[in-house]
Nanobody, 116 residues
Framework: QVQLVESGGGLVQPGGSLRLSCAAS????????MGWYRQAPGKQRDLVAL???????NIPVSGTGRFTISIDGAKNTVDLQMNSLKPEDTAVYYC??????????WGQGTQVTVSS
């Protein structure tokens, strides 16, 4: 079993920045990939950014040039740096982990609100 603990959400003004962090803990697991998804009220959960244990990243167009994802394999942590935030980035952000055995885990979610 893997537990994911997120931190770093909050309220920020348009154009501002936030850094989300997620730490994974548990017994006997190996990371295939980690990342972040988000879900706004009434909408589906969408990919924000994904990174493999080897460092390959996948960031959709909505975040290109604004979001950066990084992973620390030794600490089992993943960080998401979000710059130039827009009101449409407002959502609950969920940490995600896939093990090498293709088991998927989710964090509890952290609220990000972009508003003046």
């Amino acid at each position: 079993q893997v537990q994911l603990v997120e931190s770093g959400g909050g309220l920020v003004q348009p154009g501002g920045s936030l850094r989300l962090s997620c730490a994974a803990s548990g017994s006997a697991f190996s990371i295939n990939s980690m990342g972040w998804y988000r879900q706004a009220p009434g909408k589906q959960r969408d990919l924000v950014a994904l990174i493999t244990s080897s460092g390959t990243t996948n960031i959709p167009v909505s975040g290109t040039g604004r979001f950066t994802i990084s992973i620390d394999g030794a600490k089992n942590t993943v960080d998401l740096q979000m710059n130039s935030l827009k009101p449409e980035d407002t959502a609950v952000y969920y940490c995600y982990l896939q093990t090498r055995g293709f088991q998927n885990y989710w964090g509890q979610g952290t609220q990000v609100t972009v508003s003046s």
